[in-house]
């Protein structure tokens, strides 16, 4: 029986004390075409073997029954590897109408489209990269009646064509897959995702189904206010799992590294998460250089690099210390620990993080080691590069609407070509892709390529400098809540469960470092 991983960091921490440590200072549009109709008289089970399972997993078949038959709309909070995508997924293929899901991520949409595609299921996906020809074809597949599901980004719903051709269609399902990004509450706030809701009464459609691995009470009800959807079905699974071992410790620059170390030790397929890409591979040096193969995975890799990493992780499992961009697709059920180098942007992302362990019920470790202040600090500056000031937009704005005066000759539209590291040197400003990004929402700026952009001078310019600090405010606070979960002394578990409105777990776990110190 190896030593408990609470041991292990109890050891080193006691350890640490005696030596009394100073603390130093282009997608293709795939469309197959199969199975047109559906299957007279299928049952839901005989649906269900359509996808290789045998069984419901616990609630499944009850809201694929209300997504089904329902009107009134569905909202599932069930955590990732739960069988979410099922929910919408099944119903498609009882119906002889179109299911459209929306959802965030590209590479997620072509997961799922792979996926129904291998099965036999017409699925298609249209994305921004498509060419204009390729948009069109793929229209026109989706309205000849031939496609079950139809998977977009929210941002497809700003094009005029696609509008056309999906209102005049006999829309079943409407999934909003990730719903969270609704909500300014929610960690991943997409502003393209707030408009669903008047696109869901123009498309009208039977049932509109939201799902979401992790929402607080404040998030599950923006969520249902903004679809239209307050009459809501919802399915809420426990955040609780009682399999998950939670711990948190405070420790300094790379002896951080250490703990990280003796945890894993003797497992064989874990995650190990940090804030930066340089620590991504820092981390991965030291458990090598400790005689532990590690390997490392962050947006900075090549396509290729990253596709290799996890496809030679997805198929044999072993150490990986990556950042979030390390996420999507994982489904590997053995997954043993899940520990946090540094700090996570907020409860809704650890949370996100640790669901990938132990999902096949055996007992695994989640563990968090952060040095408080550096920590805190890089998160700070991550906030600073993602959601810039109110201050800040309205500064570049000026400096850019000036350089663009001077362009434009007079033109309501000014062509700018400079990289944003050039812009950023010549107004003085550090977070200019987020500025621009900002721009963008609003329509006063778009990307041309090549480092070039188009700058519109007709438009209404007036910021509510409110809202971008406010959101840049509810940033800081989410970082907060996470740091004082981490530092305070009762059972994690029942703080999980109060964050999340989640009222099932009634008494401490018994399991967490807090229950057991
Ligand atoms: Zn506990």
Redesign the pocket.
Known sequence: MPESMLERVRKLRAQREAQSSSKPNRENIQVVTVSKSKPEGMTLDEALKVFGHTSFREGQREAISETMTGEKGVLCVLPTGAGKSLVYQLPSIMSDKLTIVVSPLISLMKDQVDKLQSLGINAILINSSLSMRDAKLALAEVFSGGVRALYVSPERFDNPEFNRTIEKMDVDIFAVDEAHCISRWGHDFRPAYAELGGVIERINPRQVVALTATATDRVKDDICRSLHIEGAVRFIQSVYRPNLQ?AAVEAYGRDRYEYVAVVVADFKTGLVYTATRKEAEEVSQYLCKRGIPAMFYHAGLTQTERSKTQTAWSQNGGIIVATSAFGMGIDRPDVRFVIHVGLSPSIEDWYQAIGRAGRDGKDSICLSVFDFDNDYRTQVFLIDMTNPSGKDVEGFWSWLKRTAIKEANGNPVANIKMTQKVMGNLSGFKNVGACISFLKQRGLVKTLGRGSYEVRLDRDDTFDVTQIDGSRAERLRKLNDLTSFYREGE????RVCAYFGDASLSS?????D??TS
């Open positions: 939670l059972c994690r578990f029942l401490p776990c018994g399991k967490c807090c229950c």
